[in-house]
Structures are given as C-alpha cells and as structure tokens.
Nanobody, 122 residues
Framework: QVQLVESGGGLVQAGGSLRLSCAASGSIFSIVRMAWYRQAPGNERDLVASTTSGNTTNYADSVKGRFTISRNNAENTVFLQMNSLKTEDTAVYYC????????????????WGQGTQVTVSS
C-alpha cells in the first residue's frame, strides 16, 4: 500500500557530495519516521540518519557533521545530503519509513525502498 522510491545514488570521488531522495506514495495517512540505512558487502544494514514527525533527527557517529537528513512533509519526501564523502561511505543506501495508512490509522507499518548504490572512489 506504500511505495518508497529512491534516487540520487552514483559514483563520486572522495571529498565529493551526493544528495539522495526518497519519495513515499500510496495510502499514507501520516508518516511517523523516515530514515536512511546503508549496507556494504558483508556487513549488516546500519542506520545512517533518521527524522521523525516531530522533527527529531538522529545520525550515526560516522556521518555526523557530513550528512544532513531533511524532509518535505507536503510531498512525503526525505533527503540525505552527503558531503565530504569517504570511501568507507560506499554502500547500498536504503530508505525506510514507518507509516500510518489510511485504512488502519491505529497502527503503523514499516516499508523499505529498493536501495540505491553509492560508490565513493579514492
């Protein structure tokens, strides 16, 4: 009932910047939380940054001061601005959202995007 579509990944040199976008669509009543996770080969999927409906943000220590998460509530979209990229930022980045859907507002559901590859070269 809810789809997350990511865009903005690609190849960039170390020190460069990328901006990821994730648009949520479907039977959305409200979005409780939106977040970005990443998974490098052989590693677990880890939280990068999150933002709640109350505008509380949270960042992994490894990206603090370099990445910024923001959201456009009117368009149900979340962004991740990534600056000063490092080779260790290379991973597949996944958008995640906790959503209340129109037909069942008493509970929340978890959704994942398909992932977008970010590759940082040295």
């Amino acid at each position: 009932q809810v789809q997350l579509v990511e865009s903005g990944g690609g190849l960039v040199q170390a020190g460069g910047s990328l901006r990821l976008s994730c648009a949520a669509s479907g039977s959305i009543f409200s979005i409780v939380r939106m977040a970005w996770y990443r998974q490098a080969p052989g590693n677990e999927r880890d939280l990068v940054a999150s933002t709640t409906s109350g505008n509380t943000t949270n960042y992994a220590d490894s990206v603090k001061g370099r990445f910024t998460i923001s959201r456009n509530n009117a368009e149900n979209t979340v962004f991740l601005q990534m600056n000063s990229l490092k080779t260790e930022d290379t991973a597949v980045y996944y958008c995640h959202s906790i959503v209340k859907i129109i037909s069942q507002t008493w509970t929340s559901y978890s959704y994942w995007g398909q992932g977008t590859q970010v590759t940082v070269s040295s």
